[in-house]
């Protein structure tokens, strides 16, 4: 009971209202804030880190492997579209020749 009776005229923790400061407890939330921004930056991190590791391990384990008697799978899609472009340029280029060709022949013909 006596300790019940010393308890109720207080504020929480036991705290006299008279002996608080709020300048302190301004003090320690903000430090407290901080520390807590502070861990959840760190934990940030670290969690952004594993991500990296993780998908950098994907990528080592999907490096494909060719065949070597099947030239033309390419294993990885950058190349074929790369092969196909060359191609399409390549087919390009040989049309707009022939058409040259032809103009210049119609040309001396006429």
């Given at each position: 009971e006596n300790e019940r009776a010393a308890l109720k005229?207080?504020?929480r923790y036991g705290l006299r209202a008279s002996r608080l400061d709020a300048q302190e407890a301004s003090d320690r939330l903000y430090?407290?804030?901080r520390a807590a921004e502070m861990r959840l930056a760190l934990l940030q991190e670290r969690a952004e880190e594993e991500e990296r590791q993780k998908v950098e391990?994907?990528?080592?384990?999907?490096v494909p492997q060719r065949v070597a008697s099947d030239t033309s799978i390419y294993g990885n899609p950058g190349e074929r579209m790369y092969q196909e472009h060359r191609q399409r340029e390549m087919q390009r280029l040989t049309q707009a020749k022939r058409e040259m060709e032809k103009e210049a022949a119609e040309k001396n013909a006429g």
């Open positions: 005229p207080s504020t430090n407290d804030h391990e994907s990528r080592t384990r999907r």
